[in-house]
């Protein structure tokens, strides 16, 4: 089974950057594509972005532009670049992994805070 263990959320003030990482260990064979989740207080989460095997990407329309997602070449470790973040970017940040079957495996979150 997948485990994932994300980091790198933190304080930030508006148009500042961060990078957040997730470290996936387990059974990561049988994963088909990555992304990474939003929850604001009292919202649902939403995708904010996912990267597939192939490399292909696909980004929610609030942040393309803004943000950035990349695996590295082992495909152990998913990132997100987040630059000219706004206050609306506040969220707890999920990592995700979905497999074949189209079953998810989640991590379990890294706070990001930005202030005006």
């Known amino acids: 089974q997948v485990r994932l263990e994300e980091s790198g959320g933190g304080s930030v003030q508006s148009g500042g950057s961060l990078t957040l990482s997730c470290v996936a260990s387990g059974g990561i064979f049988s994963v088909s594509s990555m992304g990474w989740y939003r929850q604001a207080p009292g919202e649902r989460r939403e995708l904010v972005a996912r990267i597939y095997n192939g490399g292909s990407t696909h980004y929610a329309t609030s942040v393309e532009g803004r943000f950035t997602i990349s695996r590295d070449n082992t495909k152990t470790t998913l990132y997100l670049k987040m630059n000219n973040l706004k206050p609306e970017d506040t969220a707890v940040y999920y990592c995700?992994?979905?497999?074949?079957?189209?079953?998810?495996?989640w991590g379990r979150g890294t706070l990001v805070t930005v202030s005006t």
């Open positions: 995700n992994a979905r497999d074949s079957g189209f079953e998810d495996t």
